[in-house]
T-cell receptor
Framework: GNSVTQMEGPVTLSEEAFLTINCTYTATGYPSLFWYVQYPGEGLQLLLKATKADDKGSNKGFEATYRKETTSFHLEKGSVQVSDSAVYFCALKGGSNYKLTFGKGTLLTVNP | SAVISQKPSRDICQRGTSLTIQCQVD?????MFWYRQQPGQSLTLIAT?????????ESGFVIDKFPISRPNLTFSTLTVSNMSPEDSSIYLC???????????FGAGTRLSVL
């Protein structure tokens, strides 16, 4: 079945530091890949997505590239802000399966 | 995109009681989903609710414990029945919409069972 393995947290960075959160997946066929973000006390928001190999999703300075050869979808941001403190979830939806499979989430704390 | 409203946003309940969570969407959608997020954990799909048919439950979840209604294309409810402290979680409603079938989430209902 489908699975998502996400970098264990928590991750603590200083403002303006570079961020990488690793995400690898196992799926049959050609899944779509997503990063969701959950700010404190809120629900999940879609951060970015990629639907085919080599696609790059980007939003709010975050980027992730769909790498089929390494089955990865790592999240990156060049300069984090305090407001980026949240839990980040990598997720996939595989082929005709409508179900989203989530990673365990990575808590990011950015200090001023 | 879709705007999803969930009620209540949080509640504290006594063991053995039931709570019904409402999910309202600002547009008609075919597929609605209910997830559970236990403390410090990821999201687990409880069931898929399609209008006009019985909900489809995932392994480990049963209708007697989590009855779901889907009376129309913009509304659904999830009931958590005969609650125990182990049911303390965030319950999230989600809908799938758009050409690329993206899932959008409500803000969640934070449930504590004493």
């Amino acid at each position: 079945g489908n699975s998502v393995t996400q970098m264990e947290g928590p991750v603590t960075l200083s403002e303006e530091a570079f961020l990488t959160i690793n995400c690898t997946y196992t799926a049959t066929g050609y899944p779509s890949l997503f990063w969701y973000v959950q700010y404190p006390g809120e629900g999940l928001q879609l951060l970015l997505k990629a639907t085919k190999a080599d696609d790059k999703g980007s939003n709010k300075g975050f980027e992730a590239t769909y790498r089929k050869e390494t089955t990865s979808f790592h999240l990156e941001k060049g300069s984090v802000q305090v407001s980026d403190s949240a839990v980040y979830f990598c997720a996939l939806k595989g082929g005709s399966n409508y179900k989203l499979t989530f990673g365990k989430g990575t808590l990011l704390t950015v200090n001023p | 995109s879709a705007v999803i409203s969930q009620k209540p946003s949080r509640d504290i309940c006594q063991r053995g009681t039931s709570l019904t969570i409402q999910c309202q969407v600002d547009s008609q959608v075919t597929m609605m989903f209910w997830y559970r997020q236990q403390p410090g954990q990821s999201l687990t799909l409880i069931a898929t609710a399609n209008q006009g048919s019985e909900a489809t439950y995932e392994s480990g979840f049963v209708i007697d414990k989590f009855p779901i209604s889907r009376p129309n294309l913009t509304f659904s409810t999830l009931t958590v029945s005969n609650m125990s402290p182990e049911d303390s979680s965030i319950y999230l409603c989600s809908v799938e919409t758009g050409v690329r079938s993206i899932q959008y989430f409500g803000a969640g209902t934070r449930l504590s069972v004493l």
